[in-house]
């Protein structure tokens, strides 16, 4: 019976245990289904942060729709039309020309060939001839122009131009055996192991005419090897035909571009490449000053870029007679098809129909700009250790500290693990995986969880009869009448709040060090009046911070006049202030002390928030959450910088126009927010609005403001004279302003200036 009731005790940990193997061993296998996961958050990364348009020398030469419309010919186009835009490219100053396509059968519409297809015919007897006119036939089909000829002689002349220039022409490779296979135009190197059997294999492959390939400077396999999914993420740099190397087009087109004239392959082995003993394939692809970064196949990752202007230029304007050379001068040209009609289009992460030949040309781009997307070779360990150090951590503290501190935990990892992939993409270009790991772990912690459930569930009960001791008083009246509400959740509504903190209050703390009870006494005085001013209008204390008061109104109970409440509170907590203070100097010198008066600086606004019960399972609290409330708290903390006692939000000012005395006092950016936001004083009650002296002094004040914001600093200076004279209160205020104006005069904040002054304290 005891070894029963102890294998109970250890299911909480046997269990979890036999989850968290399981996890580790299904990410080992990497399944298709994992993998897919996998790539659909990569796709995500590059769908919310695509690559940004980096200038390079590579554009695409697209065979579009209103290419093949405008020429009036079929594709495939004769390839003396092809001989002349190659002709007319590199006069413009193009240097690399690669073909997203193969020319593997002569020209049909080539002269030759349709006058040897006609004599072909099995209506023509050759025989039948006379000796004379089939003597004539040989030398009349030598002397017919060939277009293939002629497109070969072309691209033979731009390749003995320079050393850099050339045509790159595309195979492809093929599952299927071949007798001809595609020329190398490369050497190969490879430094470390041998890197083949990790190099995707082919059986065979469709290769261009003898007499083109024979011209060209390069040769490349046009081969887009899309994932299970078939979506196109990762481009293959080298391929093989069994111990053949092939590059691809755009690594061949980038060759040609450097006039290198050797690949050097980087695989495990290699001159610092640490690999632990093990064989690991490829790691790099270097050609010229370019070195490449690959999987161990050889496949390279493509982060993907949005359209570009000047990036696709269609086929039809390079033979328009206004082409500007400058589109092409200089670059790689991949010439390739988004004509639907023609099917050669991809899925990518952006677009699910983009042409093949735009994968190219990406690729080609980034590589050129050092821009490197990679998977490292350390992310499937971190990936495994983050489950296992998690898994494991779970596994140990969810049955002794309960469910919510596991699920804090899985939720923080989790957390943690995304915006840790996240920086390491955006920042570093690094894709690692935090999704299987944070399923892995939930299926460890949700088993562990589960266990405890019914254990978990009676404590959670003895808690709750016990909360009710640390309810606010609000909460409690919530709970008398429906017992129901005691649980966790709020409701948006608009409110107001208001925050009041005393000045100074570390100078009047440190004089009271040899009399701790006197402190708390005065803490005492001085939160009772101002307590009771807000409770009498309708407010509702939510929570004391040391010498701070936190308040609100319009909930619980609703309070249509909120604005005004709050205000009338924050004045009268002022003249109660000065009654505090009155009885402090009065104590202070009967017994021979230098008083020290208490002063306040409150911060009034209005606005949307959650208000409503919240904390944890453990303890909450009637409380509110929201931009408004923080803002409010801003605008305290900035009573002090303007010399004022009260600031009010704009939304606060709005309501209460008419009903109390206010002057505009800046547009600010408060720390923490970006911004800007219009604040105000608060001077009277409505009385004071009546007087003609503050209707002068808001006038003259607001076109102070105007003045000042639109860097007419003479004027603003001899407008504030004016507002000093209308007014004695606000010396400070205007004296900050005057600050201000001789600082802009000696550093002037542009043309561009809008007038936000940006807080760099709370």
């Not at 296998?29 to 590579?58: C, G, M, S, T, W």
């Not at 129901?484 to 009047?508: A, S, Y």
């Amino acid at each position: 019976m005891r070894g029963l009731r102890f294998a109970k005790r250890q299911m909480v940990y046997i269990i979890p245990g036999l989850m968290l193997l399981a996890a580790l061993a299904l990410r080992v296998e990497n399944p298709q289904f994992l993998q897919v996961f996998q790539l659909k958050l990569f796709d995500l990364y590059n769908q919310i942060q695509p690559r940004p348009h980096q200038p390079a020398p590579v554009a695409i030469l697209d065979l579009d729709d209103e290419t093949l419309s405008r020429s009036g010919m079929q594709w495939p186009w004769p390839r003396s039309r092809l001989a002349e835009m190659l002709v007319r490219l590199f006069n413009a100053g193009a240097r690399v020309i690669a073909f997203d396509m193969v020319f593997a059968e002569a020209d049909r519409t080539s002269p030759r060939q349709a006058l040897s297809v006609w004599l072909n015919q099995p209506e023509l007897d050759l025989e039948k001839l006379s000796p004379e006119l089939r003597a004539l036939s040989e030398p009349i089909l030598e002397s017919i122009p060939d277009h293939d000829a002629a497109f070969a002689n072309v691209i033979g002349q731009i390749r003995q131009a320079a050393k850099n220039y050339g045509v790159v022409a595309g195979v492809v490779l093929t599952t299927e055996t071949t007798e001809v296979l595609p020329q190398i135009k490369a050497g190969f190197a490879v430094a470390g192991d041998d890197p083949k059997p990790f190099i995707d294999n082919f059986a065979g492959a469709v290769a261009n005419l003898p007499l083109i390939e024979k011209e060209v400077s390069g040769v490349g396999t046009f081969n887009l090897l899309a994932e299970s999914d078939g979506i196109i993420r990762r481009v293959p740099t080298v391929l093989r035909i069994g111990k053949q190397l092939y590059p691809s087009l755009s690594m061949e087109a980038l060759r040609v571009f450097q006039g290198a004239s050797t690949y050097i392959l980087k695989a495990s082995g290699a001159n610092m490449e640490e690999s632990f003993g093990e064989q690991t394939g490829l790691n790099h692809v270097k050609v010229g000053h370019l070195e490449v970064p690959v999987d161990h196949d050889g496949r390279f990752w493509v982060h993907f870029a949005r359209d570009a202007p000047g990036r696709v230029i269609p086929a039809w304007k390079v033979f328009a007679d206004d082409f500007d050379p400058a589109q092409v001068q200089g670059k790689i040209l991949f010439f390739g098809t988004s004509a639907a009609g023609l099917k050669d289009l991809r899925a990518t992460p952006l677009n699910p129909v983009a042409a093949g030949v735009d994968v190219h040309a990406q690729t080609a781009e980034q590589i050129l700009a050092g821009h490197f997307m990679e998977r490292p070779d350390w992310a499937f360990g971190a990936e495994v250790v983050f489950i296992f150090v998690l898994g494991l951590l779970l596994v140990t503290l969810t049955p002794r500290f309960g469910a919510l501190p596991g699920a804090g935990l899985s939720v923080a990892a989790t957390i943690g693990a995304v915006a840790l992939s996240w920086h390491l993409y955006t920042d570093r270009l690094f894709l690692l995986d935090p999704i299987y790991p944070a399923i892995a772990t939930l299926a460890v912690y949700l088993a562990s969880s589960l266990i405890r459930y019914l254990q978990t569930e009676a404590e959670r009960e003895q808690v709750r009869g016990a909360f009710s001791q640390y309810l606010s008083p609000a909460l409690v009246e919530q709970l008398a009448d429906d017992p129901d509400r005691l649980r966790l959740g709020g409701e948006m509504k608009k409110m107001t709040f208001l925050f009041c903190d005393v000045r100074g209050f570390t100078t009047i703390s440190e004089s009271f060090k040899s009399n701790p009870q006197g402190l708390t006494r005065l803490i005492n005085r001085f939160l009772t009046p101002l307590t009771d001013t807000i409770l009498a209008r309708n407010g509702t204390i939510d929570k004391y911070m040391g010498d701070c008061i936190m308040a609100f109104w319009n909930a619980p109970f609703d309070d249509p006049e909120h604005p005004a409440h709050a205000c009338e509170s924050a004045l009268v907590m002022f003249e109660e202030l000065e009654h505090l203070n009155e009885d402090l100097e009065r104590e202070a010198l009967e017994e021979g002390r230098q008083p020290l008066p208490l002063k306040i600086g409150v911060g009034v606004n209005t606005g949307d928030c959650v208000v409503g019960n919240m904390g944890s399972e453990q303890r909450f609290d009637y409380s509110v959450l929201g931009d408004a409330v923080n803002l409010a708290s801003r605008l305290e903390g900035q009573s002090k910088n303007y010399g004022v006692g009260i600031v009010i939000g704009e939304d606060t000012k709005d309501v209460v126009d008419d009903e109390f005395a206010t002057l505009e006092l800046d547009l600010i950016a408060v720390k923490g927010k970006v911004e800007a936001v219009r604040i105000f004083t608060l001077l009277g009650r409505k009385d004071l609005l009546a007087t003609e002296s503050y209707r002068k002094l808001r006038g003259v004040h607001g076109e102070m403001l105007d003045a000042y914001r639109h860097q007419e600093w003479d004027r603003a200076r001899q407008l504030l004279g004016q507002c000093r004279a209308a007014d004695g209160t606000l010396d400070e205020l205007y004296d900050l302003y005057d600050e201000r104006i001789d600082h802009y005069l000696e550093n002037p904040p542009g043309d561009d200036w809008d007038g936000v002054f940006v807080a760099t304290t709370k």
